[in-house]
């Protein structure tokens, strides 16, 4: 019998993967057998994880590039198509958070946040999308948040960004579904990562999260590891337009 979620013979671009939550699914992916294009703009750091993952016996290849220069992604794009590699999966995943009251917000730092987090989105998943069309087939898995749904207070471009993000998600569904793309998201809960670290290290809001998730705890990376695997398998040919909460349960309760 075939399994339905061997990812063997697909090519997964996974951005900001250098570290963190897309390092994760990057690591996930490779162990259901896709090849995985690791993105960041820190080439050390890159070329490390690259190295790491090409050690545990991964096949890996890298494209460093910024998520917010269009010009950079289409050239990424280009020497993808030059050198025969398919973009099959992509996993938008690149996000930064920045924290302030909104009366305090400057624009600049307001269009930083919805650049690197939505728009980003938009354009590799064009540029993605434009390649997957005439393949008839592709996975596109956006990388939400809790923020999705639920605001809270310091991180207004955020939380706009994702719930972005949601419906980004569902017009990729409206506008690709016919030619066999499914786009879908993962909307992960409060995650043990370096971009969370002040909030991890604050004893009052630590507590808040063990008490307002069922699961009592904060989320490992690795545990959204299965839900993109899924996503971006033939498991899911008939998932289209979807977000899935990875969250100890988190925004289904008060
Ligand atoms: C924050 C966090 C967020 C959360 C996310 C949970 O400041 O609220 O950095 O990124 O981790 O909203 O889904």
Do not use: C
């Amino acid at each position: 019998m075939t399994n339905p979620f061997d990812l063997s013979g697909r090519t997964a671009l996974v951005t900001g993967s250098s570290r963190g939550l897309g390092r994760a699914i990057a690591e996930g992916l490779a162990k259901a057998g896709a090849r995985i294009v690791l993105n960041g703009v820190d080439e050390t750091r890159l070329e490390h994880a690259a190295s790491d993952m090409h050690e545990a016996g991964f096949d890996v290849l890298t494209a460093a590039f910024d998520v917010t220069n269009e010009t950079a992604i289409q050239a990424s794009f280009d020497h993808f198509d030059q050198a025969g590699i398919d973009i099959d999966i992509l996993i938008n995943n690149a996000g930064m958070q920045f924290r302030k009251p909104m009366i305090e917000l400057a624009t600049t730092d307001w269009q930083r946040v919805i650049d690197t987090n939505l728009t980003s989105a938009f354009v590799i998943g064009r540029e993605a999308a434009r390649r997957m069309i005439p393949r008839g087939h592709g996975k596109i898995i956006n990388i939400g948040s809790l923020t999705s749904e639920l605001a809270r207070a310091t991180v207004a471009p955020y939380t706009v960004a994702k719930g972005g993000i949601k419906m980004l998600t569902k017009a990729m569904a409206a506008e690709w579904g016919e030619h066999g793309i499914q786009a879908n998201a993962i909307g992960p809960g409060y995650m043990i990562t370096d971009m969370n670290e002040a909030l991890i290290s604050n004893p009052q809001f630590d507590a808040w999260v063990k008490a307002r998730t069922p699961a009592r705890r904060w989320g490992k990376p690795d545990e959204l590891a299965g839900t993109a695997v899924y996503l971006a398998s033939s498991a899911a040919d008939y998932v289209n337009g979807q977000i899935i909460y990875v969250d100890g349960g988190m925004i289904s309760v008060l």
